[in-house]
């Protein structure tokens, strides 16, 4: 079956502190992974797009990675502002949909 | 540009009636979902347009819900008649091609 985890579930940091958050796929063949950002009240936020194992992408604080069975979101040095919901979605090759992880909810303490 | 625009932001409404969300893609984009989430259950796809026309409208909860796109730039979300289970958030989203898609703010509908 085709599916996204995400852990942890929630996070708590206080700033300045680093860390990763996890999303892991099990999907017959890739087309591409996303990265979105949700604050509350608010849609999801797209941050990055991945497309083949070993690939990273940064914006600011952030740097996403990809392997063929997770990708990862490293947070560098976070800042309160950072506190959102990160969610990751998979898209196969064969099928226009995504697969949504359910989230993980990251609080940055100042 | 003004990204995705949805309409009402809020819509409080009493079980049994009709609601329509409302929804202006970005122009340009040749795709547009309707998405769902909830608490329990996260984001989920209700039905997907390309160039217009529905071609996937399985995740459609039952047939008190339907969607319209007469044109590239709108799209309605009609449920008739309404339920408090239908309470949720409704995203619209719009994308060029198989890319990121762009969401909306969302409406937040509460069935009372």
């Known amino acids: 079956e085709d599916q996204v985890t995400q852990s942890p579930e929630a996070l708590r940091l206080q700033e300045g502190e680093s860390s990763s958050l996890n999303c892991s796929y099990t999907v017959s063949g890739l087309r591409g992974l996303f990265w979105y950002r949700q604050d509350p009240g608010k849609g999801p936020e797209f941050l990055f797009t991945?497309?083949?194992?070993?690939e990273e992408k940064e914006k600011e604080r952030l740097k996403a990675t990809l392997t063929k069975k997770e990708s990862f979101l490293h947070i560098t040095a976070p800042k309160p502002e950072d506190s959102a919901t990160y969610l990751c979605?998979?898209?196969?090759?064969?099928?226009?949909?995504?697969?949504w992880g359910a989230g993980t909810k990251l609080i940055i303490k100042p | 540009d003004a990204g995705v625009i949805q309409s009402p932001r809020h819509e409080v409404t009493e079980m049994g009636q009709e609601v329509t969300l409302r929804c202006k893609p970005i122009s340009g984009h040749n795709s547009l979902f309707w998405y769902r989430q909830t608490m329990m259950r996260g984001l989920e796809l209700l039905i997907y347009?390309?160039?217009?026309?529905?071609?996937?409208d399985s995740g459609m909860p039952e047939d008190r819900f339907s969607a319209k796109m007469p044109n590239a730039s709108f799209s309605t979300l009609k449920i008739q008649p309404s339920e408090p289970r239908d309470s949720a958030v409704y995203f619209c989203?719009?994308?060029?091609?198989?890319?990121?898609?762009?969401f909306g703010s969302g409406t937040r509908l509460t069935v009372v």
């Open positions: 347009f390309n160039n217009n026309v529905p071609i996937d």
């Open positions: 991945l497309y083949s194992a070993g």
């Open positions: 979605a998979v898209q196969m090759d064969s099928n226009y949909q995504l697969i």
């Open positions: 989203a719009s994308s060029q091609g198989p890319n990121g898609y762009t």
